[in-house]
């Protein structure tokens, strides 16, 4: 896009505005620098210039997500930075940065006994390489239904984005647009690192791997695993059912065959030791004796 000398001069005063705050009275604050980006281990310069103030107290905070701390207090470094951290006219300097000094700065610059104040923020980048990034590919999948595959890197910074490879091949993002991956339907994102084919094909069987790549170092890939595009197994199912049928038919045929058998009879009265006794009057009448005879059945 072509800029015009009007909208350019626009883009100059923005840009004015955002590197320099003026405080409240007199005084203004402003940076050289509103990101700074250096390699891990390597020394930064945060630069904080302010003019108009007569007594300035520096301050310089640091803020990573929801936790805030001071760096500089009363224009000196607090005890948590010292010896790691030096404090200047123009800034503060680290000798050598780590992945966990990534943040926003702040440096605010105070009238002493005044309430002129101003402040600027500066955004810190470490920058860190990725390292081999960890995937989660099944071995197989079914055709005709949703597969997903993942792929995480924790170490990068800025955070990497992500590529997908199959049998070496990089995987466009449009799959229609590309001869080899024309007949798969998937989608991937690059910032989740998520490959996600709706639905699974026979033709998406392969080796895949995954590459993650932030601009630092080299790019890292992951090792390569097999996916494996599978059928519905039609035959086998119907197999297991008529063997499950067959076996629940044998079962019903023996219980009925020890029934008919008179095997449950025996068994449950049995298992009760149930002595039946039956009794009957003589036929003889010649006398009070009777004849008394008792089973056990
Ligand atoms: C895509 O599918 C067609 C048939 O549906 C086949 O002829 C062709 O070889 C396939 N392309 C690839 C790259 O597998």
């Given amino acids: 896009m072509m800029k015009r000398p009007g909208q350019r001069h626009l883009l100059l005063l923005f840009t004015a505005a955002t590197l320099c705050c003026p405080a409240l009275g007199g005084g203004s604050v402003y940076t050289s620098e509103k990101e700074v980006k250096v390699d891990e281990n390597q020394p930064a310069t945060l630069s904080c210039y302010y003019s108009g103030f007569s007594s300035p107290r520096v301050e310089w905070k640091f803020v990573q997500g929801s936790t805030t701390s001071l760096v500089c207090y009363d224009s000196k470094i607090t005890a948590s930075y010292q010896g ?71 170490n990068g910074s800025p955070p990497p984005q992500y590529q997908w490879f199959r049998d070496g091949v990089l995987m466009p993002e449009d799959p229609k647009k590309s001869r080899v991956f024309t007949n798969s339907s998937y989608t991937i994102n690059s910032k989740t690192g998520e490959l996600v084919f709706n639905p699974l094909s026979a033709y998406d069987t392969g080796e895949y791997s995954c590459q993650v790549y932030n601009g630092v170092g080299t790019a890292m890939r992951s090792e390569a695993i097999r996916l494996e595009a599978a059928e519905l197994n ?16 044998l079962l019903v045929f023996g219980v009925w065959f020890a029934y008919s058998q008179g095997y449950f009879n025996r ?11 039956y009794s ?9 004796f009777r004849q008394t005879s008792s089973f056990l059945v």
Avoid: W
């Avoid at 036929?283 to 009070?288: E, K, N, Q, V």
């Fill in 84 to 154: 790691r951290v030096v404090f200047s006219q123009t800034g503060i300097s680290f000798h050598s940065v780590t992945r966990k000094d990534t943040g926003i700065y702040t440096c605010m610059v105070t009238e002493n006994g005044g309430e002129d104040y101003g402040e600027i923020s500066v955004h810190l980048l470490v920058l860190v390489p990725p390292s081999k990034p960890s995937v989660n590919i099944p071995s197989s999948g079914t055709i005709g239904h949703r597969v997903v595959l993942t792929c995480s890197e924790e």
């Fill in 280 to 288: 009957q009057p003589s036929a003889r009448s010649d006398g009070d």
């Fill in 267 to 277: 068994t449950s009265k049995g298992s009760t030791s149930k002595k039946v006794i």
């Fill in 234 to 249: 039609v035959g086998g199912i119907v197999a297991a059912v008529i063997v499950t049928l067959i076996l629940l038919g």
